[in-house]
Structure formats: structure tokens, C-alpha cells
């Protein structure tokens, strides 16, 4: 019998210190983690203290970047080494393993980085899972709008964590700034504006996309906006002519030829073409028409065009340059700043 109370007693004591250590590990892993909302609304676990990032994502990138934390970077996205924004605030970041885009990931390769976090644009929701799988935690981020990009930005901000997210306030800050700025304005007009895609003058934005946001920002009123989606359209001559629209603004790097556009007899007698109302987006660095924390700076531009009694092209000018110092770190010439401004 006293044998038997004595393995009874052995085992609770057992049992007992096992709680206490599983209680403990659950202390331990508590306190090193946290715990956010992703803009999927999905709740991940991320550990507390992150100092390996993966990013298949321009936006995110140059957010990072922006927030001070180029360092913490493992991987990037593809053909990053065309990016003149990196190649003049982050060379470093060049050498980088290249680990996909906003369409597809090598899993592989990002499974061998060792990374605290990836983090991902929605439209690859689809590879979460396979991610995961790999070990791989994820945050999904979807800047689909000028709200969503703040949000993106605070997100970013408080996963860096520390400067990042003092980084990321100041940023939020400056962006609101600048909106203000332009809502203080006394518009006497709202223009009609119509907006090309990269691959041709023929295919403009939809009502629900970022560019279509951009333009309501600045004190005009986009002409296809009548088209739902948040895609890309194709359109015809005839449709853009028949919204004759006042101002025609293109992106940078468009595939197409500005003198493709001008000649084309359907559009010669649109109000923007008659009044040379055509326009390139900024800059030589990076296009000011993408979500990125530079867009900003597009918004600032277009109210500059559309509104030109308004805010001078000098104020544009001064204002990006003092936004490249205060977050990149760069120096940026008139002629980095370039097409369109002058």
C-alpha cells in the first residue's frame, strides 16, 4: 500500500511540473510573439522581434524602404534591378534573391531564406496555403485604394515595429498633410481626365482602381469612370472621343508611343489634344501613378496640371524633393524628378 501511495505521489509530481513547463512555454512563446490583422483579415502570429523580410511586392518594398528598414529585407521581387528608386536609395538590395511577383513565388527559394515574415498582395491569396506549408509565415497586403495604402503603411509600420513604426506615423502624417493641402483648395473646375494603361492609349482604368482614385484626389473627374471593375479596360477611338475628355495623362514607362496616341485621327478633335492638354506622370525615378508611398507626389502633380492657378510645378518640384530626403534618404535633381513637371 505505501508503495503504491508513493508512485501515486511520484506521478502527481510528474504530472504537476509538466503543467508548470507547458505553462511556462506558453509564457515564453507569448511573450515573443504578436499577434495582427492582416489586410486579408486574416489574424497571424508573427514573432515579436522581426529581422528577416521577404517581399515579392514593389509597393511593400519601397515601403520598406521608406520606413528606414532596408536592412531587414532577404528576398525581393523580380527585375528589381530596373527600379531606379533602388538602385539610387537601396544598391544593396540589388543582390537580393529573387523569389517571384504579384503573380507567382518560388517557394523553394523562399523556404531557404529563413525569413520572420513574407509578405504577400492579395491576387496571390491562392499560394497561402502551399506558403505556409513551407514554414513560411504570411501577412497579405492589399493597397487597392488611398485609405488602404495608409492602412498598408500603418500595418508595415507596426509589424518592423520600433523607428518603423514611428516611420510609418510621420508618413501617414505627411500623406494626410498633402491631402489637406489639396482639399483646401478652392477648385473653380473639375476636369475630365482620361487615363491610359501601360500597354496602350486604347485601355484606361476602371471606376474601382487606384489611378481612378488618383484623379478624384486631384480635382478632377476621370471619364471612364462609368466602367465598373477594378481592372484595366479596352476602349475604343470613338469612346474616347465621345467623352471628349479635357486632359489625356499617361503613365511612365507606357509600352506605346506618345506620338501613336497624337496622330490618331479618332482623337484629334478631343479637347485635350486641341488644347496639347497630354501629359506623362513623373518621375525618372519612379512612376508617381502606383501605389507606393511616393503616389502621393502623382497627386500633387495631376492637381498641378489640372489646376495649374492653383500650385505651380516649382511647389511640385520642391515638395519631392524634400519627400525623397525626409524618406529615402536621396538627394534628387530637377531632371531625376522629370517628365511632365516642367
Partial sequence: MKKAISLILSLT?????????????????????????????????LPKNINRVISCYYTVTSTIIALGQKDKLVGIEMNANKRKIYQKSAPELLDLPSIGNSK??????????NS???????????????????????????PEDDSKLLEMFDLLGNILAGTAADTSKKLISYYKEQLNFINSLNFNTIPSVYITGNSSYLTTA??????????????????????????????????VA???????????????AESDL???????????????????????????????????????????????????????IDKAKCFYKTFYNIDVADEEIGYGIE
Fill in 242 to 256: 465621345l467623352w471628349n475628355p479635357e486632359f489625356i495623362f499617361m503613365p511612365n514607362g507606357k509600352s506605346f
Fill in 13 to 45: 509530481i510528474i504530472i504537476c511540473t509538466g503543467c508548470r513547463n507547458n505553462s511556462s512555454n506558453t509564457d515564453n512563446f507569448e511573450a515573443n510573439t504578436v499577434k495582427i490583422v492582416d489586410q486579408a483579415n486574416r489574424t497571424v502570429v
Fill in 104 to 113: 507567382t513565388i518560388n517557394i523553394e527559394t523562399c523556404a531557404s531564406l
Fill in 116 to 142: 520572420d515574415v513574407i509578405i504577400i498582395p492579395d491576387r496571390l491569396t491562392n499560394m497561402i496555403d502551399q506558403l505556409e506549408l513551407a514554414g513560411l509565415n504570411v501577412v497579405v497586403v492589399s
Fill in 262 to 316: 497624337k496622330s490618331d485621327v479618332g482623337l484629334k478633335n478631343t479637347t485635350a489634344l486641341k488644347n496639347y492638354n497630354v501629359y506623362e506622370f513623373p518621375s525618372d525615378i519612379e512612376s508617381w501613378d502606383y501605389p507606393t508611398p511616393s503616389v502621393i507626389l502623382g497627386v500633387l502633380w495631376l492637381t498641378s496640371k489640372l489646376h495649374e492657378d492653383l500650385i505651380s510645378s516649382q511647389s511640385v
Fill in 206 to 239: 476602371s471606376s474601382d482602381m487606384f489611378q481612378t482614385r488618383l484623379i478624384s484626389l486631384s480635382g478632377g473627374k476621370s471619364v471612364s469612370n462609368e466602367l465598373q471593375g477594378e481592372y484595366w479596360v479596352n476602349v475604343t477611338s470613338e469612346q
